[in-house]
């Protein structure tokens, strides 16, 4: 088992958070990429500290996140109309996070004229960023004494996305881009003082003549996340927060499933501290089960939120969202056994689960725990259509899947148990995980 330090790559994390956040929201596919990577090289040519330009970069990728709450089927243009409402939810969300509080800040008000922020009191934040010891050497010459940085006007970086959102979508798909800059730029410097603050209009102006930039904003932004992240490592902590993260993004897209990846994580957690799992296995159970829907995001709301009984081929296309949990997990390095936990979790012990139809042996015991956590949490909890359902009735439900081999008697039986203790948990992150998700949704109604 897993004893030596989990550690992942800054830069795999943040493509995982890439991909979750482009499946969503098809139609919004490379937006947040976009504007992230013009934001990013506005704060470059004002030659701003380094990690200033990352932290722009990252603010600029999770600007829309509060939208999560609007579902699939919202348009970029509907995103875009309620944009500033978005950016606060978006805050929300963030400040819950400790890795993410700096970014919150920048977040809250990347939708908000440049004049209004120059009536808002935000101090300056200090926030630990770079672990010196694993930079690349060319940088950490250049950074070295910036362990615990102080960003005097976090509201500059929030416009620099304000104007970096604005110009994205002024490109008009059907025109060639560098046919557009002059006309972009000159549209832009109507706003400057205004809405955008003037300095944030010459760091976009300085950029007219470098083609190079227009062109990947265009077309090749997708390397974003390979070339611009550094490639540090993470530790456990930070990698809990964000998979909590990615499940609330997973959880949200529906009502139906606003606290379904929180209730698991904390009952697979809880399972495996009583199953004898040590404190690193019990966090990477918990990071498991923040992302074993993963694939999810990409399951159409009708299928997600119908009340009744699925068709054979509505089954189908939900089956996917297994294998897309897998599929997606494999990108991160050093998620092996995380990615097994989390993406078997519909294998049966009888052979007769899916993806992969493993047997007894094969599968797992991480997995099986996550299997018998998923079913406890998804009858368990409320749902619009219906209540969670009783404890005797939770019990006797996962006795029969138990003696049907679908689910381990093992991990089953220490759950009826231990019931009290593993439904508190889950109870608890639930309720946490409903009030994020009513705020979210009160800000961006
Ligand atoms: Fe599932
Ligand atoms: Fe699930």
């Known amino acids: ?5 989990l550690m992942v790559s800054q830069r795999d994390l943040w493509q995982l958070v890439d991909a979750a956040f ?14 992230g990577y013009l934001a990013y090289h506005m ?10 330009q990352f932290l722009t970069l990252q603010s600029a990728y999770l600007h829309d996140i509060g939208g999560a709450v609007k579902g699939q089927d919202i348009s970029l243009i509907e995103i875009e109309n309620i944009s500033r409402r978005v950016a606060h939810a978006s805050a929300d969300i963030l400040a819950d996070f400790p890795v993410f509080n700096a970014i919150s800040v920048i977040v809250r008000h990347c939708q908000t004229p440049y004049r209004e922020t120059r009536q808002l009191q935000v101090p300056p934040l200090h926030f630990p960023m770079l672990d010196i010891s694993n930079l690349p050497e060319e940088i950490s010459g250049i950074v070295e004494k ?18 970096a959102d604005d110009v994205v979508l002024m490109i008009k798909p059907d025109t060639p881009i560098l046919n557009q800059v002059d006309k972009i730029i000159q549209a832009v410097q109507k706003g400057a003082g205004d809405s955008y603050a003037p300095q944030a209009v010459r760091a976009l102006a300085s950029l007219a003549g470098d083609e190079c930039i227009w062109l990947e904003l265009v077309y090749s932004t997708d390397r974003i996340v390979e070339e611009l992240i550094m490639d540090r490592k993470v530790n456990l902590d930070a990698i809990k927060q964000v998979a909590k993260l990615i499940g609330m993004i997973i ?18 957690r809880s399972l495996a501290r009583l199953a004898g799992m040590n404190e690193q296995e019990c966090d990477m159970m918990e990071i498991a089960g923040s992302l074993h829907d993963l694939g999810k995001i990409r399951t159409p709301s009708e299928i997600l939120e119908k009340p009744g009984k699925l068709t054979p081929e509505e089954f189908n296309v939900m089956k996917e969202h297994a294998f897309f949990s897998d599929l997606l997990l494999s990108c991160v390095g050093g998620f092996n056994e995380i990615r097994e936990w989390a993406a078997l979790h519909h294998e049966k012990l009888n052979g007769k689960g899916y ?3 493993m047997k007894d042996g094969e599968i797992p015991f991480g997995s099986q725990i996550m299997a018998v956590a998923d079913v406890f949490s998804a009858i368990t909890e409320d749902r619009p259509y219906r209540k969670g359902m009783a404890e005797e009735r939770v019990k006797s439900i996962l006795q029969e899947n138990a003696e049907r081999g679908e689910l381990s008697k093992l991990i089953t039986d220490l759950l009826i148990a231990n019931f009290d203790a593993v439904n508190t948990a ?6 946490e995980a409903g009030k994020r998700y009513f705020r979210a949704m009160q800000k961006t109604n």
């Open 1 to 5: 088992m897993s004893n030596n330090a």
């Open 22 to 35: 482009d499946l969503i929201h098809p139609e919004v596919h490379g937006h947040h990429q976009q504007v």
């Open 43 to 52: 704060a470059r040519a004002l030659n701003l500290p380094i990690s200033h």
């Open 146 to 163: 910036v362990a615990d940085i102080t960003l005097q006007d976090p509201l500059f970086l929030s416009n620099l996305i304000h104007l």
């Open 251 to 268: 959880d949200f897209r529906s009502p139906f499933t606003a606290m379904h990846s929180a209730g698991v994580a904390a009952s697979a």
């Open 355 to 357: 993806p992969y139809h």
């Open 426 to 431: 889950r109870d608890h992150a639930s309720r």
